[in-house]
């Protein structure tokens, strides 16, 4: 098999197992169906990535780049860039009334938990998608292909997967052995209405770029992880911490889709993207 074929078989499998297995966990624990294929299909995205690496030849991680040299310092300096990088945007909203900030709680113990949520979701978050997108894919799709498509094709696909959301399951209706695989194939009816979010696909697709180009330039997967678990973290606890007012006229530039990624982030990203090529340039120039 070639290395495409694989990747496709891995993902397409996860998928098919992930719908298939749903039924009868649905059957035992009785849970949200919708809330069962998801993370069924996400537990086996992580289980299945290392037998996909030995189908692929992969003996080390540091091929996806793994590169485990100044690991911590590596996570946490990236983390407070993507932390940062998004306050300009924060601010925006705060200065314009689209996010107001609650009343401080009382204890604690409250922000403390929030805080601490907050980190370690954006952390596991940023591991498995940069281990699936910018390590196993961006690495294969570049040695098959230039690297400008790998770039493209992944981002592209990191974008899309944020919007396969298969429409509210009918709790009246009967959860089948195929009940899975309907919802799935669902999922991809919403790209008929692009149109209605499509500012946080964009904005999620440069932000995509973003994270590839870093992975291209550092050639370290953790600098693409504590990036993307910092952006997390900051949208999570903006979002805590801060009610939206649905009135505030700009809060047309914020999407749907999270109330926070949308026409501003795309802009900011691509000024960021602009700049820093303009940086990496004028080096080259001034050499």
């Known amino acids: ?64 780049g793994f590169n485990k040299d100044n690991l911590t310092a590596t996570i946490a300096q990236s983390w407070l860039v993507g932390f940062i990088m998004l306050m300009p945007i924060s601010i925006f909203f705060l200065s314009c009334a689209f996010r107001l900030w609650e009343p401080f709680p009382e204890t604690l113990i409250e922000p403390l938990i929030i805080l601490a949520t907050a980190i370690i979701s954006g952390l596991v978050i940023g591991l498995i998608e940069e281990a699936l997108f910018r390590g196993l894919l961006q690495s294969q799709l570049s040695a098959a292909m230039n690297s400008v498509w790998a770039v493209l094709i992944v981002s592209v696909i990191y974008s899309s997967v944020h919007f396969l959301q298969a ?39 440069l932000a995509g770029i973003f994270l590839s180009i870093v992975r291209l330039r550092t050639n ?39 109330n926070y990624i949308g026409e501003l982030s795309a802009v900011w990203i691509l000024l960021v993207l602009l700049s820093w090529a303009a940086i990496i340039y004028q080096r080259k120039v001034t050499r």
């Open 1 to 64: 098999m070639t290395r495409l074929a694989i990747i496709i078989a891995y993902f397409c499998s996860i998928c098919v197992i992930g719908c298939l297995l749903a039924y009868p966990i649905y059957l035992v624990s009785g849970a949200n169906f919708e809330r069962i294929v998801s993370r069924t299909i996400l537990i086996l995205a992580v289980l299945l990535f290392y037998p996909t690496c030995r189908l692929l030849k992969i003996n080390s991680y540091a091929s996806l």
């Open 167 to 205: 429409p509210d399951f009918d709790s009246s209706q009967a959860v089948l052995w195929n009940s899975g695989f309907i919802m799935l194939s669902s999922a991809f009816a919403n790209f008929a209405n692009i149109n209605l979010f499509i500012d946080a696909w964009v904005a999620l697709l």
């Open 220 to 258: 370290n997967l953790f600098c693409c992880i504590g990036i993307h678990a910092g952006w997390v973290a900051h949208i999570k606890i903006i979002k805590s911490f801060t009610e939206r007012d649905n009135f505030a006229s700009c809060g047309k530039y914020a999407s749907q889709y999270d």
